[in-house]
């Protein structure tokens, strides 16, 4: 730091005073005061006194004996004597600061030493100008006179330093020297007072004391002097260890607050985890209601949730019956076999697809439901008519009969819908499940797609539950039994043999018609072991009969053969079992399936014929005509011979007329090269028809009705004709066909 050059020449001006002054002191001084005393003073101004410094606590003041020196000098050798003191003072100080290492600026301790002298000085010649009465400082030699002497000197002597000082400082603005000097040494006058009070007490006792009261004052001042500094020592130890404990304390506390602050943080940390572990929480819950409540696979509602929703439904119609309502009973038909054949994926897919058609044609307020499996059930809420609600069915009908392609499959799916309308009789869903679910069931069977629920429905589906309950028990009561239809050639009435056909002779109700009963059978799985019973019956039947003559010994018994059953995996062994057991040679047994079976999985047909065929059993394909074969495929499978369903037959006239369809029939299966066998045939001109059209053989009304086992074994042992007319005769007795034989192989 250098000094601004007002500063630097203020020094340099009261460096020169201070020599002025020293000169003039000098000048003045009288030899006569080398005394030891004076030297004595010597020693203490410079070696002792600015050792003796007692520095005020918490103030940057230390009292020093510096002053009172120049006092006292003053005191016993006048001013000279004292402004030299200033300058001896002021230099032991320094040196002995310089010593203990203090760093003191250019020209800092000239200044220093310069500017006690000149102070001093100024104050020894203002007081030496001063008008002096004894009115104020009392006579000469008395305390009063020293006090007011001391008291001016020094409150002058500090006077004029701290002013000089400032104003030099202050760099000659007169209010930032007041400033200055009110900041920086208003304080410190206490230090000039109190060596002025030192210098004057020392003086005192020196002049009028003994020597005794002197070394006792001394030794006093000196026990005071120790016990003050040992006190400030003390004190300062005690501001030291406050200072310390608050530091302690200040840390201790920001070590807390630091504490609080990370605690506070990881409260804020774990009270966010708990919350987002509380929103998991809610959003699994959620979740798990959503789950419990509907349906994995396609998101609709559950049975559980329909159930609610109906219920809900079902209680507001009861209060108000203008809260109509309708429930919609849904059966995929054929899904099982889109699972069987393309895969439970692909399963999966078309019943999500479903589920979305279903969902685009209802509205918001409606529940869609999947009950399980292929089955769904809707309630519309409102259609105001059972017409209406009809006409809602049949859409969804429509639009889920649309093919649609899957993974490179074209799949078609129908769907079979039962309605039932609300009905103030329904308590709970299950009634008007149950009663959608039987018109469903009608819908299905009449192949209608839709159909709504009546009451005579139910009545129908009642006695459709009891018979099926009463079949399962047939075979045990010993209701059922077989009855036995010849097959005869056309040619020559020989017999081939005979079609096993099933009867119910029902305890209550008499005779059912296969018709009626075989359904709930198949429905119902019955078939199964119906069959198997059937296939017991028929081979140890037959095998008994082929020993009654060489005419009979290569009889067939033809045994049909439910599509429920060709699809389960047991048939092959079922068969393979009962010709074991009977003996009968597998040539023996004729299996008869129907085309419509057939032709439902053709590549499966294919392949379990195949398996049935290497049994060495033969092979017939009933009621051929109504089940859309595919040529393609006809002619892959094994069967041994073709049924013309009796529905061709039937339609010929008594003249043989409408003959063609019959015609073209005959020719298919000569092409195919199977055997026919026309069923149905009632008529003379039917037979000859199917005579001339060089049909294999027949079965029919005309030739032979069906006939218990004891009839027909009758009938073998008594070697009965089978043809309505005489042998030789190969013409028929009508002369109606004008066929030429040549004109059927249109194939
Ligand atoms: P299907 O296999 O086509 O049997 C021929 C049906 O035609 C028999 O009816 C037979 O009595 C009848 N029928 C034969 N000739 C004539 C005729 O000249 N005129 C008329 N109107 N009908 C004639 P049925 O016994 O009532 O059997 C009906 C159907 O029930 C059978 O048709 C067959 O599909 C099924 N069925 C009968 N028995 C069994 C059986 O043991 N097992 C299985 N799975 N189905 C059977
Ligand atoms: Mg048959
Ligand atoms: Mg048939």
Redesign the pocket.
Same mark, same amino acid.
């Given at each position: 730091m250098t000094f601004a050059p007002f500063e630097k020449l203020s020094r340099i001006i009261t460096i020169s005073l201070g020599i002025t002054a020293v000169a003039y002191a000098i000048a003045e001084f009288d030899l006569a005061n080398l005394t030891p005393l004076l030297a004595a003073l010597f020693l203490f101004a410079a070696v002792v006194a600015p050792r003796a410094s007692i520095p005020l606590p918490d103030t940057d003041i230390a009292l020093t004996f510096s002053d009172a020196c120049i006092y006292l000098a003053f005191l016993f050798y006048g001013g000279p004597t004292a402004i030299l003191f200033a300058g001896i003072e002021t230099t032991a100080n320094c040196i002995y600061l310089y010593r203990r290492g203090f760093k003191f600026q250019k020209l800092m301790v000239p200044f220093n030493i310069a500017l006690n002298i000149v102070s001093f000085t100024g104050a020894y010649l203002v007081w030496s100008i001063l008008p002096t009465t004894s009115l104020v400082t009392g006579t000469y030699g008395s305390a009063q006179h020293l006090i007011v002497t001391l008291g001016v000197i020094s409150v002058l002597h500090f006077v004029i330093a701290s002013s000089l000082l400032s104003f030099i400082r202050a760099k000659n603005r007169l209010s930032e020297a007041y400033r200055s000097w009110r900041r920086d040494f208003s304080s410190r006058a206490m230090m000039h007072i109190v060596g002025a009070g030192l210098a004057a007490l020392v003086y005192m006792l020196a002049i009028y004391g003994d020597v005794l009261t002197a070394v006792i004052s001394a030794f006093g001042i000196g026990i005071v002097y120790f016990s003050y500094r040992r006190s400030v020592r003390d004190l300062k130890e005690a501001m030291s260890e406050t200072e310390r404990v608050q530091k302690e304390k200040s840390e201790t506390e920001r070590a807390r607050r630091k504490e609080a602050e990370i605690h506070a943080e990881e409260l804020a940390a774990s009270l966010e985890s708990q919350e987002r572990a509380n929103l998991a929480l809610r959003k699994s819950e959620q979740d798990f209601q959503h789950a419990a409540l509907h349906d994995a696979l396609t998101g609709l509602a559950n049975r559980k949730l329909f159930h609610e929703k109906l219920l809900a439904r079902i209680a507001k119609y009861r209060n108000d019956n203008s809260a109509v309502y309708h429930v919609l009973f849904l059966d995929l038909s054929r899904f099982k076999n889109i699972n069987d054949s393309l895969g439970h994926t692909i399963g999966d897919k078309v019943l999500s697809i479903a589920a979305r058609r279903f969902l685009r044609l209802v509205t918001p307020s409606d529940t869609v439901a999947r009950l399980g499996g292929d089955e769904f059930a809707i309630v519309l809420k409102g259609p105001s008519t059972a017409a209406k609600a009809k006409k809602v069915a049949q859409r969804i009908h429509a639009s889920i009969s649309q093919p649609f392609s899957l993974s490179g499959n074209r799949i078609s799916v129908t769907v079979n819908i039962g309605i039932a309308p609300a009905d103030m009789e329904y308590t709970m869903p299950e009634e008007v499940l149950r009663d959608a679910d039987i018109a469903m069931n009608f819908a299905k069977a009449q192949r209608e797609g839709v159909a709504l629920f009546t009451k005579d429905l139910r009545t129908k589906f009642l006695e459709r539950v009891r018979l099926e309950m009463d079949l399962s028990h047939a075979i045990d009561r010993g209701e059922l039994s077989m009855?036995y239809?010849p097959l005869v050639r056309i040619a020559d009435g020989k017999l081939l043999g005979f +079609?096993?056909?099933?009867r119910w002779n029902h305890s209550e109700f008499g005779n059912i $018609? $296969?018709?009626r009963f075989?359904p709930i059978a198949e429905d119902s799985g019955l078939?199964i072991p119906i /069959?198997k019973w *059937?296939l017991r019956e028929t081979t140890e039947q037959m095998a008994e009969w082929r020993k009654i003559s060489a005419k009979t010994s290569d009889l067939v018994v033809s045994?049909? *053969?439910?599509g429920k059953h060709l699809s389960s995996e047991d048939l092959a062994y079922d068969i393979e079992y009962a010709l074991e057991r009977s003996k009968l040679a597998a040539e023996g047994l004729k299996l008869?399936i /129907?085309e419509s079976t057939a032709m439902e999985n053709p590549e499966f047909t294919l392949k379990l014929l195949k398996e049935l065929k290497r049994l060495g059993v033969l092979l017939s394909l009933?009621?051929f005509g109504t089940g859309y074969s595919s040529l393609s495929i006809l002619h892959k499978l094994p069967f041994d011979t073709i049924k013309i369903d009796?529905s061709f037959v039937s339609g010929v006239g008594p003249n043989g007329e409408d003959s063609e369809i019959l015609q073209t029939i005959v020719s298919l299966a000569k092409n195919l090269r199977m055997k026919v066998i026309a +069923?149905?045939? +009632?008529t003379q001109a039917q037979l000859s028809v199917l005579q001339h059209l060089g049909c294999d053989y027949g079965?029919?009304?005309?030739l032979a009705k $069906?006939m218990t086992a004891a009839k027909a074994e009758e009938a073998l042992y008594e070697g009965r004709e089978w043809m309505p007319f005489s042998h030789g005769d190969s013409q028929p007795r009508t002369s109606l066909l004008k066929i030429d034989r040549t004109d059927a192989s249109i194939f």
């Open positions: 009855s239809q +079609e096993s056909l099933l $018609p $296969p018709a075989i078939i /069959t *059937i045994v049909n *053969i439910s008869e /129907t009933d009621d009796r +069923e149905g045939i +009632e079965q029919g009304y005309l $069906p």
